[in-house]
């Protein structure tokens, strides 16, 4: 039809340490829709994380148990990949729905959480939605993604998969997210702590750096991103850099 070859092409990295899956997942978009351009592929975090700065696909398809670099799998992925692609967004595939899992990836700024039962449709479907901006996840996954959020901006209610959220909780991809807040909104703590977490740092590295405990980390955190209206760790790495404050 018309309106297929009208598509735009969207541009693909896929990161999973499991080859024969990886093939798999490629072989299949390849088959089914001709306007997804695989353009790199990955096993590891570095290798991840170089293929995305190479290759700056528009979206990467992110298993988040993935070997190497400092052991955070997907979500680290992410926040070393936001400085040297800003644009690229990421949609976690991962044979894992626990909470801890789903929590980590969103928070460090997935647009999405899918799991690896999901049908060759509804993952095309669910790639192009993340491609246009929104955020998709299972409904199953709801709350979990939810929470992880903290003081996000209200999202649609969930509905069959693939679910969308408001266009509007898009992530700042022009860097001029609220650039009307400044740093001083922050509080000198606040401010160490939206530091080390806008480096990639954990909560558990943020809590042994700054000599404070893990639970008081997260009231830090849930307090910057409301202060500068953010909605999760991804948003304040991009708004971050864009200041040239870490």
């Given amino acids: 039809m018309m309106a297929d070859t009208a598509k735009k092409t969207v541009r693909i990295g896929v990161v999973d340490d499991h080859d024969l899956f990886r093939a798999g997942v490629i072989s299949t978009l390849n088959a089914v829709a001709p306007d997804f351009e695989i353009v790199g592929q990955a096993g590891d975090v570095e290798g991840a994380v170089a293929m995305i700065a190479d290759t700056q696909p528009d979206v990467v398809l992110l298993d988040v148990h993935v070997p190497g670099g400092e052991g955070g799998g997907g979500s680290e992925i992410i926040l070393r990949s936001v400085a040297a692609a800003p644009r690229t ?118 809590a042994a750096e700054l000599f404070i405990s893990i639970k008081t980390v997260e009231t830090h955190v849930s307090k910057v991103l409301r202060k500068l209206q953010l909605s999760n760790r991804g948003e304040l790495a991009r708004w971050a850099a864009h200041r040239r404050i870490v």
């Fill in 89 to 206: 967004l990421y949609l976690a595939l991962s044979v894992s729905d626990a909470p801890v899992d789903v929590g980590a990836v969103i928070r460090a700024g997935a647009r999405g959480y899918v799991t690896k039962t999901i049908t060759a449709d509804d993952l095309v479907a669910s790639i192009r939605q993340v491609a246009d901006g929104y955020a998709v996840f299972s409904p199953k996954l709801a709350g979990f993604v939810l929470n992880a959020l903290g003081p996000a901006r209200p999202a649609a209610a969930p509905a069959p998969v693939p679910t969308v959220a408001a266009p509007d909780a898009a992530p700042d991809l022009d860097g001029d997210l609220d650039d009307d807040i400044d740093i001083d909104v922050l509080s000198p703590r606040e401010q160490e702590v939206m530091r080390l977490i806008a480096r990639g740092y954990s909560y558990k590295e943020v």
